[in-house]
């Protein structure tokens, strides 16, 4: 019974955004930006809506969506932990950072921790390579990091 409230609450505001955009198709872009915005990530029910709407297949949504590393099938953490594991970052130490993050986070790149606090992504490029290596917290970049700024950053967060 939740599931269908909470089902027919996303299609509802789905469609509300899709309205936003005059049901475009060549609107999608924004539309799965504007859906990740709301809800931290893209969830199946908003899918089916955008394809049904739109009439767009379910497998070009799907694409889109895998093709730019912005967007997410899964929901993330209230704080989403971004190691950069780039050339200019792996060749600087990130290894390390990503190493240290899943020990001290119990959890592995795209999971979440019980409490819903923190996630954990591997990124291929943060466009800070100048700062290398870097780490990010929802959109807060922090470079030329070490494990002990990691640690120092993660127990910032832990205390919220």
Do not use: H, W
């Not at 780039?86 to 990130?94: E, I, L, M, N, P």
């Amino acid at each position: 019974m939740e599931e269908n409230c909470v089902f027919e609450k996303v299609k509802r505001e789905t469609k509300e955004i899709i309205k936003n955009y005059a049901n475009e198709k060549n609107q999608l872009i924004g539309i799965l930006n504007d859906i990740q915005e709301k809800y931290g990530y893209i969830p199946k029910q908003a899918q089916l809506v955008i394809s049904e709407e739109l009439k767009i297949p379910m497998a070009e949504i799907y694409g889109v969506i895998t093709f730019y590393s912005r967007f997410t099938l899964a929901p993330k953490g209230k704080y989403n932990l971004s190691i950069c594991l780039g050339t200019a970052c792996y060749v600087k130490g990130s290894q390390k950072l990503l190493d240290r993050a899943k020990e001290r986070l119990n959890i592995e790149p795209g999971q979440v921790t019980l409490d819903g606090k923190f996630s954990i992504d591997e990124v291929r490029c943060v466009g800070a390579c100048g700062l290398a290596p870097v780490f990010m917290v929802n959109d807060e970049v922090y470079g030329n990091a070490t494990v002990k700024k990691l640690d120092e950053v993660l127990d910032k967060y832990m205390k919220e």
